[in-house]
């Protein structure tokens, strides 16, 4: 019978082994700390030597924390530096070599875009007197320092301070070429960042002459000019070569405010500020007192050009837009044909600077934005701003800003596309969406109502109820999109209440599409584009895409019969047109940072935004407010003796179409026919029509003329 207990003799040995590996480890381990520790020690005497005591030991103390704290400002300023460098990823250095001259409606002259080469003028070849007055003006140290001149910016620091308020800027001539061709002149802490670190990029990849040229060649001059080659002939009918020292003077005036010192506008505000530059010169040393003296006692003369305002803001979108239609045709100068009409761009500008001045202090509030766009698509006017010279940045075609309630017409033209009508009912009670819980703007709820109420009202929770359980948002996105809303939408819930950012021009183009009974596509601002010789290029009556509806009559007309009522009994009484039925939205953002109206009637749209470029908070301006009363003033101009076109789906009782044709008709079958006058639309106010009558009663109750005897003749005396 076999042993059933199984040897051990193996076991043994693997245990034996075992005791040998741990006591190897442990032998190791403290081989290992012995080593380090004895390493350490004499790492730790070594480096006694180096110890330092007293007032050395507060230097090194120092400087560690300086390095310490130099790494790490390195890696935030590369964080910021990141965007700003993102900005020179395009072609910036070219100007496209387009060379475009803009015509308005009725073919008149209104401007020029593009810069042609042959008229850049080389720095070397310029008077040593016109590149004295601008730096003497601009930069003095230009030459001296990398892009940004800390001297010079404690020099202005000091200045201001001592004249209590701002007569100097700090900016280097480099930061200002960096803000002309990558930045906007928005007043905010990331633009200055990404100013800084432009100035430098420059200074890194272009030598002082090439940013000097950039700079003569890019900057805005007043007069729709760009340049100082072209501003030169536009001022002075001279080239830049032929330039006397009072005349360069009055050039580097401009640099600064060239809407403010034009000598065309204000001769003698440009003179004033020429005799600055002339003692730029003198205090950098640049001439004497004696040289500058003729140019003081016989300052520049201008060539009479008439008081000409050019549209600025207008036809650097038409420029853009010439580009975009002119890119494959391989012809890059050209004449364009535009759509603007003057007399809507001065009515435009003048509403805004008019209501900006009168209450701009009252309500906290310096900048404003129009677009204006007939019923037939044509863009009649643009103000991007209140002071082109000032700010070129375009807040009509490139800020996106908070549209609040008057996004809301998009939400409600999405419900009359998928079944719902204006008395279709829904409850304005509390709501939540996941965290969200919007409220009214009066934060109270009025239970159920419909449709055409909530939207008079401005309701906030009928249209979240409308998206969260009817709608959705892809579908409102999609809608926005369709009605011709070029800015990206945003695809969260809050979007239902304008939380997007959109552009003026997607506004007045969205809205549009209810004044043209659901078609879209039909927006432009160039109707031709011919060669110098001629050659037509483009013609949009023939080569722009065919429009296309994107809402139904029955949608449009569900919409209209309620935002009619807007101006009448809700948001926008201030808004109503004279004798004119018009339709249109407010807009309030939160802590009334943006206000927005749009409006439209028959035959123009518009739309009208106010807020602050640094978007700081207005005092509690809402879109019924000022927006409405700048509409109101230019469209009761706009609107002045033409004919008056009715809302689609809008039986206008001032304009009646069937009985105008009625009356056209009557007049065709003869005078011997009486016409029935009842039904026919008054053409005048009730203002006017009551002074004409009183003009009328006038002349009824005056004496009558007795004529006088007929003188005797010769023959009967």
Known sequence: MENPIPPRKKRGRISAGLLAFDAWLDSSLY???????????????FFRRFRVKGWRRGVIELLSESFTMAAGGSVVMLALAMPAFQETTGNWRNQDDFAVTFLDRYGNEIGQRGIIQRDSVPVDEMPDHVIKAVLATEDRRFFEHYGIDFLGLVRAMSENVRANSVVQGGSSLTQQLAKNLFLTNERTVERKVKEAFLSIWLESNLSKKEILQLYLDR??????TFGIAAAADFYFGKQVKDLNLAEAAMLAGLFKAPTKYAPHINLPAARARANVVLGNLVQAGFMTEGQVLSARLHPADIVDRGDRKSPDYFLD?????VKKIAAKSGIHSLVARTTIDMNIQKAAEESVEFHLRQFGKEYHVTEGAVVVI????????????????????????????????????????TAMENGFTPESVISDGPISWGAWSPKNYTRGYSGRMTLSTALIKSINTVPVRLAKDHLSIPPIKAMAEAMGVESPVSSHKTMVLGTSGLTVMDQATGYSVLAQNGIVGTRHGITQLVTHSGQLIYDYSKDAPPP???????????????????????????????NIRS???TGTTQSYRDAWYIGYTGNYTAAVWLGNDDFSTTNNMTGGSLPAMVWQRFMAYAHQNIDLKPIPGIKDPYVDPAAIAKAEEAAKNGPQQAVDTSDRPPVLSSTTTRALRDIADVFHKAPAIVAPPEPETLSAL
């Open 219 to 224: 900057a805005y001059m007043g007069g729709g």
């Open 548 to 578: 296309h509806r994107v809402l139904s009559e029955q949608a449009v007309a569900s919409m209209n019969s309620i935002m009619v009522q807007i101006p009448e009994v809700g948001t926008a009484r201030k808004a109503a047109l004279p």
């Open 31 to 45: 081989e290992l700390r012995f080593r380090a520790q004895q390493f350490w020690e004499n790492a730790t005497i």
């Open 374 to 413: 007939e019923t037939n698509g044509a863009v009649r006017a643009i103000v991007g701003g209140r002071d082109y010279g000032a700010s070129q940045f375009n807040r009509a075609t490139r800020a996106q800003r908070q549209t609040g309630s008057s996004f809301k017409p998009y939400v409600y033209a």
């Open 317 to 321: 979108w038409a420029f853009d837009e």
């Open 583 to 585: 339709a249109g939205k």
